[in-house]
């Protein structure tokens, strides 16, 4: 079966790092994406990996390991504001999105 | 990104009646278009997948006569949830993807409340 495995919550204070990791097993792989979710709205999109390696986009990273299903998004100099739900995301062989739980991240003063 | 525009934002309706849900793709077209429902605290569950002009395809358990599904053009697709039922209330959202694009890009969503 297909499974994406994320940690249910996690809490970081403000300014520090915080690093959200996701492992997937999924019947083909065509991108892993993460996604920011406030509570009630819909996802935006943070990031898309299809390539080993380490993707920067300002304060967020997404990293890829496709031999080791993994991946993480790292999240530097923290804000109040970056309290929300994660979710990862890995497109599979049929260019379907298969979804992990989320990860809820607190961020405290 | 692209934009999409999902509505209405919110919507409370008394249970049996049927409620319609709009989700429009404002520039670009969008091929394939995807509903999903999501339950408080829950991530998000893909209900069916639609490609313009053609019928949905629903996932498991997922029912196709309660949760009716048209695709009609390459910019609006419609989800109508039929005798809703107060068990039905959710947030539901959609997101659409071009013939070429890996992303897809959500609208909005909608709070549906059953009373």
């Not at chain 1, 403000?14 to 009630?40: D, K, R």
């Not at chain 2, 520039?27 to 313009?52: C, G, H, I, V």
Request: proline share 3%; with cysteine; aromatic share 12%.
């Amino acid at each position: 079966g297909q499974n994406i495995d994320q940690p249910t919550e996690m809490t970081a204070t403000e300014g520090a790092i915080v690093q959200i990791n996701c492992t997937y097993q999924t019947s083909g792989f065509n991108g892993l994406f993460w996604y920011q979710q406030h509570a009630g709205e819909a996802p935006t999109f943070l990031s898309y990996n299809v390539l080993d390696g380490l993707e920067e986009k300002g304060r967020f990273s997404s990293f890829l390991s496709r031999s080791k299903g993994y991946s993480y998004l790292l999240l530097k100099e923290l804000q109040m504001k970056d309290s929300a739900s994660y979710l990862c995301a890995v497109m599979d062989s049929n260019y379907q999105l298969i979804w992990g739980a989320g990860t809820k991240l607190i961020i405290k003063p | 990104g692209a934009v999409v525009s999902q509505h209405p934002s919110r919507v409370i309706c008394k249970s049996g009646t049927s409620v319609k849900i709009e989700c429009r793709s404002l520039d670009f077209q969008a091929t394939t278009m995807f509903w999903y429902r999501q339950f408080p605290k829950q991530s998000l569950m893909l209900m069916a997948t639609s490609n313009e002009g053609s019928k949905a395809t629903y996932e498991q358990g997922v029912e196709k006569d309660k949760f009716l599904i048209n695709h009609a053009s390459l910019t609006l697709s419609t989800l109508t949830v039929t005798s809703a039922h107060p068990e039905d209330s959710s947030f539901y959202i959609c997101s659409a993807r071009g013939a070429r694009d890996t992303e897809a890009f959500f609208g909005q969503g909608t709070r549906l409340t059953v009373v």
